[in-house]
Nanobody
Framework: QVKLAESGGGSVQTGGSLRLSCVTSSGYISACMAWFRQGPGKEREAVAAIFSHTATTYYADSVKGRFTISQDNAKETVYLQMNSLKPEDTGIYYC??????????????????WGQGTQVTVSS
């Protein structure tokens, strides 16, 4: 069974940057890897996803141009580089994996394997 472990969260000021890492323990990267987040009092939302076979990426409109998802197959790791952070980016960020396609849909969707989450706090 795939296990995911996130790291890299922390506290930054508006405009700062963080890089989140997600290491898989399954020996491979699933077809679809994604980052979700849940802010205080908000529902969980998808932030970014990557189709690992082609490195095709997908982003929520709220993070386009600021966040970048990438993968390192040799390290079995997926990253989320977050730049120009805003207070509304605050939340728990979860790495998720799924071998089912598609990796991203316009409406709400979910994945079947989740990490424990890492806290990101952006102060103004």
């Amino acid at each position: 069974q795939v296990k995911l472990a996130e790291s890299g969260g922390g506290s930054v000021q508006t405009g700062g940057s963080l890089r989140l890492s997600c290491v898989t323990s399954s020996g491979y990267i699933s077809a679809c890897m994604a980052w979700f987040r849940q802010g205080p009092g908000k529902e969980r939302e998808a932030v970014a996803a990557i189709f690992s076979h082609t490195a095709t990426t997908y982003y929520a409109d709220s993070v386009k141009g600021r966040f970048t998802i990438s993968q390192d197959n040799a390290k079995e790791t997926v990253y989320l580089q977050m730049n120009s952070l805003k207070p509304e980016d605050t939340g728990i960020y979860y790495c998720a994996a799924d071998d089912r396609l598609p990796c991203w849909t316009p409406g709400p969707f979910t994945y079947n394997t989740w990490g424990q989450g890492t806290q990101v706090t952006v102060s103004s």
